[in-house]
């Protein structure tokens, strides 16, 4: 019967007057930040006594509830032992405030409860709990429940800043062919104005003024940055059209305006991206050098490409080269077409003197729903001072 009565015996817990480090005296100590929330005074003593007995440190203890919502926020704990059963604001109410607080919800929180029943476990699990520890504490379940916990943490911050380093560097390479893709543009420009060098800083206030006319209209940012840039390029099928022609001071002839009208599709062909054979037939001609067309297909050359084809057509289907009319034509067409008849308008020309900008204006309106969208031209309007801004600040030279 003694043997019985001592097997009956309950087991003392260790005094935590004499509890060892659960972790090798040379392991350094921990810079995990841990908070103890319990309305205990007593309970948090002894957690935190545990915990720097196991090498943390950096420990703190609240009993008010409340108080520990400022607590949290202000340390951004590594991790929250967080009594289930406080008064006032619940231990599960806290917890599911820290998880719905965007800078909060990866804190690892391990409940401390005396309630065992499935009921409670499954509400602070379904609430975020990471993991539970039982009142009574124990310390030898406390130690790898806190650094399994911690693991977790540490892995989820190094995945976090890995994916914040990813996406600077994707920034940074986003940025860098975004500048790419810019000067190609440029160079596509400027190749068009020397080709056609009557016309000066032409395609430059097209873009700009197309740029300005898409903001009026209320549309897409990213839009109205891509088509500034990609209207530029509306012209370049003029360097598909012999001097003769293009430099012509007089008026042109039915054959020579018809050559003209085909720098639309020419431009269309030079900004859209070539078939295998079209590719041979570009390398085996030793004339050209140049591998403008291996540049990949984008989307802002696309857009590009459809300006050069259609800012030529009318509202009304009366344009060139397809005839197009209304909402059939591509929204960047409708708008550069409005940029580039008011530039050539204001603008000399070899076979015609600048006009004065309030007659442009004038015929600008009364081309409304005939050559023009109504809404491009509404846009355009909206914007005079702007439009006449660019117009002064790009003006070409004497």
Not at 77 to 91: E, Q, W
Not at 115 to 141: I, Q, W
Not at 185 to 211: N, P
Not at 263 to 287: C, F, M, N, W
Request: aromatic share 4%; proline share 7%.
């Amino acid at each position: 019967m003694p043997q019985l009565t001592a097997m009956l015996r309950p087991v003392a817990l260790p005094s935590v007057g004499i509890v060892k480090p659960l972790v090798p005296s040379t392991a350094p100590v921990s810079t995990a930040k841990i908070l103890v929330v319990d309305d205990e005074p007593l309970n948090v003593r002894v957690c935190q006594k545990y915990l720097r007995e196991l090498g943390y440190a950096k420990t703190r203890g609240v009993t008010d509830p409340i108080l520990a919502m400022d607590a949290i926020l202000e340390d951004r704990p590594d991790l929250i032992v967080l009594d289930l059963m406080t008064p006032v604001v619940s231990g599960l109410d806290l917890l599911q405030w820290i998880r719905s607080h965007s800078e909060l919800a990866q804190i690892p929180v391990l409940i401390l409860s005396a309630a065992t029943d499935r009921e409670t476990r499954l509400a602070a699990l379904n609430a975020g709990a990471s993991d539970f520890l039982t009142k009574p504490l124990d310390p030898f379940e406390l130690a790898p429940r806190i650094r399994n916990a911690l693991t977790i943490k540490r892995y989820q911050d190094q995945m976090r800043d890995y994916a914040k380093t990813l996406e600077e560097a994707v920034h940074a390479r986003t940025a860098d062919l975004e500048a790419s893709r810019l000067e190609v543009l440029h160079c596509l420009s400027r190749a068009v104005e020397y080709r056609d060098d009557h016309m000066g800083r032409h395609v430059e206030r097209v873009g700009r003024y197309a740029g300005i006319i898409a903001r009026s209209m209320g549309l897409d940012a990213s839009f109205c940055r891509d088509l500034a840039q990609a209207a530029q390029l509306h012209d370049i099928g003029k360097i598909g059209i012999p001097d003769e022609v293009l430099m012509k001071p007089s008026r042109l002839t039915p054959d020579e305006y018809e050559r003209v009208q085909k720098h639309a599709a020419v431009g269309k062909r030079i900004l859209e991206p070539r078939s295998d054979l079209e590719a041979d037939r570009v390398l085996q001609h030793v004339q050209i050098g140049s591998r403008i067309l291996d540049v990949p297909k984008s989307p802002l050359l696309s857009m590009a490409s459809r300006i050069a084809l259609t800012h030529h057509e009318k509202w009304d289907g009366s344009g060139y080269p397809a005839g197009l009319a209304g909402e059939d034509i591509p929204l960047e067409g409708r708008i550069t077409a409005v940029a580039d008849v008011f530039d050539a308008l204001s603008s000399r020309r070899p076979y015609k003197p600048a006009i004065a900008v309030e007659v442009c204006f004038e015929i600008m309106e009364h081309e409304r729903g005939s050559h023009f969208d109504p809404k491009a031209i509404d846009g355009f309007f909206a914007q005079r001072e702007a439009i006449i801004a660019v117009k002064n600040e790009l003006a070409d030279p004497d």
